[in-house]
């Protein structure tokens, strides 16, 4: 297969994002499960199978029009493909790698939401922001098919060989309510594979940053507000998170005492659900009322993807330049539906 001026090999069954990015040639992409849009690629030659690409995401005009989904889509024969879009070059990016380690720590942290700390067997080099795909244990339903869930990176990349993950229960779940809220207990060993995804920081900011997280959608700002901090990147940090109620909030204490110790960091929960002696209402309209411009800041954002949404647009309303906006949304299902 050939991606822009790399030639790669890829094996059966693989997809045209993993063997790239394995090869270090950059698509972009960000949920790696179909349901984005952001990988879409033109087939410059040769035929791909796009496998369980969803029409939603990839119409019937687009695949005849030579599109494709990167991180759905596996090569017939030989392909040339070319990525949709410029790709920034300056951006350092990481090979991604199949990992093994050990669990180090798995904690209630939050109303249904644990922190899991995972020792890696080696380093894993990531951008702030990025995350990972745990391989869930087989169940046995479905022999020789790979269940495999993302989660973000909390911690700074300067910590390469333990991560540490915010995860949150969904109902029903097979990565959540039937392994890592059941069976998986520290001393496990798992499997994963990282780093992925664009959602990042990694150059200097001129102005200060707006970090806005809903539930676990804290994980990568926890990761690139300690690299700014480490690293001197962003002159003031802007953190807010989000929950309905305070039992939704986690590290209250270890970003208060962080917000008394360093004038760079300012820290601000907000409930929507239940009054406290904190902020109240939907965490977007906070930052609308303590911002009255947002010219020359960036803003970074994650969560369910309606606080997202509504976070970059209240960024805009105050006038925040769109290409300084980035953001990761945590979809609620992965993809039977469209997301609006
Ligand atoms: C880039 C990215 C980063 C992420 N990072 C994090 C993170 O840091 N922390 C975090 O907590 N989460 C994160 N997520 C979400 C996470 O990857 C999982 O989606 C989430 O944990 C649920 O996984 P699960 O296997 O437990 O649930 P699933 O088994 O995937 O089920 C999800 C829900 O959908 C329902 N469902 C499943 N299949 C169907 C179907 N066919 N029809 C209808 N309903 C169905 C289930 O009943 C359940 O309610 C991230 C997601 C993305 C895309
Ligand atoms: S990364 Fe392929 S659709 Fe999201």
Request: proline share 7%; glycine share 8%; charged share 20%.
């Amino acid at each position: 297969m050939r991606v822009g001026t790399t030639t790669l090999e890829v094996a059966p069954d693989q997809t045209i994002l993993d063997a790239a990015l394995r090869a270090n040639a950059w698509i972009p992409h960000s949920c790696t499960q179909g349901t984005c849009g952001s990988c879409k690629l033109s087939v410059v030659c040769g035929r791909v199978d796009h496998r369980d690409s969803p029409e939603y995401t990839l119409t019937a005009e687009e695949r005849e029009r030579g599109m494709a989904l990167a991180c759905m889509a596996t090569p017939c024969g030989e392909v040339t493909v070319e990525p949709i879009g410029a790709i920034d070059e300056s951006i350092p990016r990481q090979p991604l790698r199949d990992h093994c380690g050990t669990v180090a720590e798995i904690t209630e942290i939050a109303d249904h939401t644990r922190r899991l700390v995972v020792d890696l067997d080696d380093d894993m080099a990531f951008n702030a922001g990025q995350y990972c795909e745990l391989v869930v244990p087989s169940t046995g339903t479905t022999p020789g098919t790979v269940v495999t869930r993302q989660y973000s990176m909390a911690n700074p990349p300067s910590e390469t060989r333990r991560l540490e993950f915010h995860i949150k229960l969904t109902p029903g779940g097979v990565a959540t309510e039937r392994w890592i809220f059941s069976t998986l207990a520290v001393g496990d060993r798992l499997r994963l594979r990282g780093p992925l995804g664009q959602f990042h920081l990694v150059a200097e900011q001129t102005g200060p940053g707006i970090l806005i997280g809903g539930g676990t959608g804290l994980a990568p700002l926890c990761s690139i507000a300690s690299h700014a901090l480490e690293h001197n990147l962003i002159p003031e940090i802007h953190l807010y998170h989000g929950g309905r109620r305070r039992a939704d909030l986690y590290d209250v204490e270890r970003f208060t005492v962080l917000a008394a110790t360093d004038s760079r960091f300012h820290y601000h929960p907000v409930l929507s659900e239940q009054e406290w002696d904190g902020a109240t209402g939907l965490v977007t309209d906070a930052v609308l009322a303590d911002f009255s411009s947002c010219k020359g800041m960036s803003g970074f954002l994650c969560g369910p993807p309606p606080m997202v949404q509504a976070g970059v647009k209240a960024l805009k309303r105050r006038r925040m330049a769109p290409r300084m906006i980035f953001r990761e949304e945590f979809p609620a299902i992965p993809a039977t539906t469209p997301q609006e």
